[in-house]
């Protein structure tokens, strides 16, 4: 289920920090063929869909291009790694809160309660042997 409110988010605007929080493909509450579109696209077109949100935001004078922070958790958290990486002068901070930081990891280990999700995880993130 698709939630738009957000603790995090409303703790930090309550503290004057502007927050964009992304939808970039692969999100869910926006259809099958939009969250299919994030399909294989881990560090790739989901990322730059954030460092376009990122620029969007700079461009209209919402946000300092000397002070971007990238926070995420689980994919968030990947992506917040993945941002300090691919686009490092982008952010002056970064918090990965639980994130996924190693992708073979992720599948290896994944719980016994998630094991009727391994295909959609191999369709989402890859298959490490394919």
């Given at each position: 289920?698709?939630?738009?409110?957000?603790?995090?988010?409303q703790f930090?605007?309550?503290r004057?920090?502007?927050?964009?929080?992304?939808?970039?493909?692969?999100?869910t509450?926006?259809?099958?063929?939009?969250?299919?579109?994030?399909?294989?696209?881990?560090?790739?077109?989901?990322?730059?869909?954030?460092?376009?949100?990122?620029?969007?935001?700079?461009?209209?004078?919402?946000?300092?291009?000397?002070?971007?922070?990238?926070?995420?958790?689980?994919?968030g958290?990947?992506?917040?790694?993945?941002?300090?990486?691919?686009?490092?002068?982008?952010?002056?901070?970064?918090?990965?809160?639980?994130?996924?930081?190693?992708?073979?990891?992720?599948?290896?280990?994944?719980?016994?309660?998630?094991?009727?999700?391994?295909?959609?995880?191999?369709?989402?993130?890859?298959?490490?042997?394919?």
């Amino acid at each position: 289920m698709y939630r738009a409110f957000r603790q995090s988010v409303q703790f930090l605007a309550n503290r004057g920090f502007a927050v964009l929080k992304m939808n970039f493909r692969g999100s869910t509450g926006y259809g099958r063929k939009f969250l299919e579109s994030g399909y294989g696209q881990w560090g790739l077109s989901m990322q730059d869909d954030i460092t376009d949100g990122v620029h969007w935001a700079i461009n209209r004078g919402i946000a300092d291009p000397n002070r971007i922070a990238i926070y995420g958790v689980s994919y968030g958290g990947y992506a917040t790694l993945m941002g300090i990486v691919k686009t490092p002068d982008l952010y002056a901070a970064a918090v990965d809160y639980v994130g996924v930081s190693n992708l073979f990891t992720i599948l290896e280990k994944m719980p016994p309660y998630w094991e009727h999700m391994r295909e959609m995880m191999y369709a989402k993130i890859g298959h490490p042997t394919k």
